[in-house]
């Protein structure tokens, strides 16, 4: 079993990551940490470059946790990749992050928080943040 970790290089992100390292501790289970690029948007701020990657693998080894840092290949939507990679691994957590939304905003969701929290065959943790 694993902790799946949808990964995003940035402040919001690292506290998204520092809760999923919490989860695969306390489950006793390894962290698999997804960045995923968006095919038309691979530009992005969201996107982790090789650099990020490595220091995220680092981050991960310095927190004595056993990993894996995945990227995906951004030919699928993020949330079809992450909910694939799921159930490759028979995940029995995943995390991800949410922004705070205006009344409106939570109608309509993000479509990739909204699949991944409706389709996933386990638990999701949402972290919300400004």
């Given at each position: ?9 940035s402040p919001e992100g690292r506290v998204v990551l520092e809760r999923a390292i919490a989860e695969a501790r306390a ?98 943790l949402a972290v919300q943040f400004d």
């Amino acid at each position: 079993m694993s902790v799946v970790v949808g990964y995003v290089p940035s402040p919001e992100g690292r506290v998204v990551l520092e809760r999923a390292i919490a989860e695969a501790r306390a489950r006793g289970t390894r962290l698999v940490a997804l960045n995923v690029p968006r095919a038309a948007e691979f530009a992005q701020d969201f996107v982790a470059d090789d650099d990020d990657l490595q220091h995220l693998d680092e981050a991960l080894a310095a927190a004595g946790v056993e990993h894996e840092v995945r990227r995906g290949a951004g030919d699928e939507t993020p949330a079809d990749t992450l909910l694939d990679l799921v159930e490759e691994v028979g995940a029995d957590l995943v995390v991800i992050g949410l922004r705070r939304r205006s009344p409106v905003g939570k109608m309509i969701m993000g479509s990739t928080s909204q699949r991944v929290l409706l389709d996933a065959p386990c638990p999701v943790l949402a972290v919300q943040f400004d």
